[in-house]
């Protein structure tokens, strides 16, 4: 079972709505989460990180939310734009030493006009 | 992206034959790293980087070697690809170990077709 799990898979939405992505994890502990977006044929580029001790995290219109407690993360997106379809992954960097980073899946996210 | 580049962007290849994958950065980064992406899974680590002529292995290094013999170019070989390599690979650089910090930054990627 993968220790970074990301649902839904993949997500519709139209233009403008917001929408939520899901990342469960079970590393623990961890020094800090990630969440990257990946445009089709491009490479990762960081959005937000949030420490182990951090609940929330902002960039523009993409807010990062981490509950250690169920050891669930979300991000959201508010007011949708064509731009943001891409794949959301999130990503776990265990504080355990070693070069032990665990990427999710990723969720695929089309936004529609 | 800015400050990395993967060559070449897409590759095919015949089974049995060697194949080299070349991750070049501008960064100065003391930290490479080469991942292989499928469908259904999360990046996975072949092998990293943490200095010239410093190397070690991720979680699926089998049938892959590496080298980095300046600090701006890592080296991906396949020995003898098999269709099982048939994927996209990024390279990745990063000032501190494990991304953190200013995290990963990566490549394109390269699409590497093993027929």
């Known amino acids: 079972k993968n220790q970074v799990e990301q649902s839904p898979q993949s997500l519709i939405i139209l233009e403008g709505k917001n929408c939520t992505l899901q990342?469960?994890?079970?590393?623990?502990?961890?020094?800090?989460l990630r969440w990257y977006k990946q445009d089709t044929g491009r490479g990762p580029v960081s959005l937000t990180i949030?420490?182990?001790?951090?609940n929330t995290k902002s960039n523009g219109r993409y807010t990062a939310t981490l509950d250690a407690d169920t050891k669930q993360s979300s991000l959201h997106i508010t007011a949708s734009q064509l731009s943001d379809s891409a794949s959301y992954i999130c990503?776990?960097?265990?504080?355990?030493?070693?070069?032990?980073?665990?990427f999710g899946a990723g969720t695929r996210l089309f936004v529609k006009a | 992206d800015a400050g990395i580049t993967q060559s070449p962007r897409h590759k095919v290849t015949e089974t049995g034959t060697p194949v080299t994958l070349r991750c070049h950065q501008t960064e100065n980064h003391r930290y490479m790293y080469w991942y292989r992406q499928d469908p259904g899974h999360g990046l996975r680590l072949i092998h990293y980087?943490?200095?010239?002529?410093?190397?070690d292995k991720g979680e699926v290094s089998d049938g892959y070697s590496v080298s980095r013999s300046k600090t701006e170019d890592f080296l991906l070989t396949l020995e003898s690809a098999t269709s099982s390599q048939t994927s996209v690979y990024f390279c990745a650089i990063s000032p501190t170990g494990q991304g953190e910090g200013e995290g990963y930054t990566f490549g394109s990627g390269t699409r590497l077709t093993v027929v």
């Open positions: 990342c469960n994890y079970t590393v623990s502990p961890f020094s800090n």
């Open positions: 949030m420490t182990f001790s951090e």
């Open positions: 990503v776990v960097i265990p504080n355990t030493g070693g070069f032990k980073t665990i």
């Open positions: 980087s943490y200095g010239v002529k410093d190397t």
